[in-house]
């Protein structure tokens, strides 16, 4: 038995009922499935690191997986992301027979709504209480106003930000920060740092992923401007962090200091 999907971009999908073996090439999907059925899951990539304890097939990286590895583990599905793979990938694995389903997350809504699509109509899972928890963490009112701009960098040399349309840009959006680089025509634009000094009046964010900003490494890059160190997984995946990523971020930014 078999059923006929679109994932999120309207790719069709034809899956196997029931989906028995999922790759992922996506570390929040990852922790997404292995929190709701993790006897699915038998690949994901070197960057899959929640659980701690996961214990599946590794199959590189997100912008390189081996393709052959991932037909050798003869997925029902892989599945993966618009922003985070790479189109040339997932067509070879299309190419190659296997299903792939491809999310695209820009907003916290699109977020919540994508993964209870991924989870009860690709992997043909009851939407998971994580999943409504999540969506209950989120659902207080939004500010009026941001309380606060700020630069998010999220890698150096070259120094690149949060630009327009980011996941992470709507999640701080609705803590009351906006983001300084928001109407950029870019997602991720690289800009040079004495730009970004002019712009980082009220405060820098700096998460520990992709790049691992710390105390002692992008601080000191803007020098009389408080700084936020802020969790990457909290701020950037989209998944079971949902559900503590308010109230971890809110901590967070309310720790910002001069440094």
């Not at 059925?37 to 390189?64: E, M, S, Y």
């Not at 009351?176 to 000094?197: F, K």
């Not at 890059?221 to 971020?249: E, I």
């Amino acid at each position: 038995m078999a059923t006929q999907l679109t994932d999120d971009l309207g790719h069709p999908v034809r899956l196997p009922r029931p989906v028995a073996r999922v790759v992922s090439l996506v570390p929040s999907l990852t922790e997404a499935v292995a929190a709701t059925a993790p006897q699915l899951l038998v690949g994901a990539t070197d960057w899959c690191t929640h659980p701690a304890d996961l214990r599946v097939t590794r199959i590189g990286g997100t912008k390189n997986p081996d393709v052959q590895a991932v037909r050798a583990l003869a997925p029902d599905l892989v599945i993966a992301n618009e922003e985070e793979n790479r189109a040339p990938d997932l067509a070879a694995l299309r190419a190659a027979g296997v299903p792939v389903y491809v999310t695209e997350v820009h907003t916290l809504d699109q977020a919540l709504d994508s993964l209870d699509r991924l989870l009860t109509r690709a992997c043909g899972l009851p939407r998971p209480d994580w999943l409504d928890a999540a969506a209950a963490a989120w659902a207080g009112p939004e500010p009026a106003v941001a309380v606060r701009t700020a630069v998010v960098p999220i890698w150096r040399r070259p120094w690149m930000v949060l630009g327009r349309d980011t996941f992470a840009g709507d999640l701080l959006r609705r803590l009351g920060v906006r983001n300084a680089y928001a109407d950029h025509p870019e997602r991720y634009p690289a800009v040079p740092l004495a730009e970004l000094r002019d712009r980082a009046s009220d405060l820098v964010v700096l998460p520990d992923e992709p790049y691992r900003f710390t105390a002692a490494d992008g601080p000191e890059a803007f020098p009389g401007v408080p700084a936020a160190l802020v969790s990457g997984r909290h701020l950037t995946w989209y998944g079971p962090s949902l559900v503590t990523a308010p109230s971890v971020l809110r901590a967070q930014l309310a720790d910002c200091q001069l440094r």
